[in-house]
């Protein structure tokens, strides 16, 4: 499958993800990301729960790659935009964007890779065509 539409949410950056330097801290920008994909997952009716019950399956992240632009500040409003950019038979390529909501600069820019494993025994599974169905019913959907 190609690239899916964008998924999105918005946020207010809290406080507990300042650091030292003052701004929003590098780990928590992978953080967002992370629950960006598992609320995009969610919203086409794949939740973790859902994926080890019905396929005995999960995801795992083989790499994340961020790119980081502008800072953030404790307070800001942000929206964080996901996508897939690829899913194949067992990894889908994972696009993320994240934005300042007052004056929409780029703050950050990911991309993930995400490996589709047996839950038990972490070994690389084919992903279940319910679960692509699912991305491409949702990109269907929303173009």
């Known amino acids: 499958m190609a690239a899916s539409p964008l998924f999105g949410h918005r946020f207010t950056v809290p406080e507990k ?4 330097n003052g701004h929003v801290g590098n780990v ?3 953080q967002w990301m ?3 994909a598992a609320a995009h997952s969610e919203s086409v009716g794949w939740d973790f729960e859902r994926c080890i ?3 005995g399956g999960t995801w795992v992240a083989k790499s994340h ?5 502008r800072p953030a500040f404790a307070g800001e409003k942000l929206q964080i935009e ?3 950019d690829s899913i194949e038979k067992i990894k889908a390529v994972r696009r993320y964007r994240i934005t300042r909501i007052s004056d929409g600069t780029l703050l950050c820019e990911g991309r993930s890779e995400w490996i589709f494993v047996h839950a038990e025994t972490m070994r ?5 065509e319910a679960v692509v169905r699912a991305f491409r019913q949702e990109g269907e959907k929303r173009t």
């Open 17 to 20: 993800a300042i650091d030292f």
């Open 28 to 30: 928590n920008y992978l």
């Open 34 to 36: 992370v629950e960006a």
């Open 53 to 55: 019950k019905e396929t």
């Open 65 to 69: 790659h961020i790119e980081y632009h």
């Open 82 to 84: 996901t996508w897939l």
């Open 124 to 128: 690389p599974a084919r992903i279940p």
